[in-house]
């Protein structure tokens, strides 16, 4: 299966800052999906990476706040802007793997807003 | 109503124990299903992909009901490693994945 290279693993940052996540595939994949963990929450799927285009964002989540780049089929980022405690979250980014039909994702970003 | 819904945990279990988890979700033109596996502080990582005949790997049998629109996982005689949250995860439409909120499983010595 691919493997997907994320970081930062972890971090701590002021309010009002911002943080920008970075994915690397090891292999060439049409779509990447990043993904906020609440804490004891499940999964919510923030948006949708398409190489050339803007990414697709769910209801809830807006570009202002969370703006993706995706300049090529192997890596994407996200940014979390102007942080405020309730950013505090894992962040994951996923590809689909056509190949064997599964999604993998990658080992997450832990971030604490302070 | 939300899209996917599990079982609450937390199932408490002896190491040998037989458990089932279940899970229904609301989109009835759903294309995939599958169970993750997430252990603590972890990505989520795939345990199987769930078919409409019925799928087995080991230990662990996966079943979908189309009609019901209902999914289980059977797992028998567990381990201590078994030890996780399980997600039950639905493809509605292609390529983006809504998950359910989990079931913790905790297996005792």
């Known amino acids: 299966s691919a493997v997907i290279s994320q970081k930062p693993s972890r971090d701590i940052c002021q309010r009002g800052t911002s943080l920008t996540i970075q994915c690397q595939v090891d292999?060439?994949?049409?779509?990447m999906f990043w993904y906020r963990q609440q804490p004891g929450q499940s999964l919510t799927l923030i948006a949708t990476?398409?190489?050339?285009?803007?990414?697709?964002?769910e209801s809830g989540f807006v570009i202002d706040k969370f703006p993706i780049s995706r300049p090529n089929l192997t890596f994407s980022t996200l940014t979390v802007s102007n942080m405020s405690p309730e950013d505090s979250s894992i962040y994951l980014c996923?590809?689909?793997?056509?190949?064997?039909?599964?999604?993998?994702f990658g080992s997450g970003t832990r971030l604490t807003v302070v | 109503r939300k899209e996917v819904e599990q079982d609450p945990g937390p199932f408490n279990v002896p190491e040998g124990a037989t458990v089932a988890f279940n899970c229904t979700y609301s989109n009835s033109a759903s294309q995939s299903f599958f169970w993750y596996r997430q252990d603590c502080r972890k990505e989520p990582k795939l345990l199987m992909s769930?078919?409409?005949s019925g799928n087995e790997d080991g230990r662990f049998t996966a079943q979908l009901n189309r009609a019901s629109q209902y999914i289980s996982l059977l797992i028998r005689d567990s381990k201590l490693s078994d030890s996780a949250t399980y997600l039950c995860?639905?493809?509605?439409?292609?390529?983006?994945?809504?998950f359910g909120q989990g079931t913790e499983l905790s297996v005792k010595p």
């Open positions: 990476a398409n190489q050339g285009s803007e990414a697709t964002y």
């Open positions: 769930v078919y409409s």
């Open positions: 996923s590809v689909n793997e056509p190949t064997n039909y599964g999604y993998t």
């Open positions: 292999s060439q994949v049409t779509m």
């Open positions: 995860v639905v493809n509605p439409r292609g390529g983006k994945l809504i």
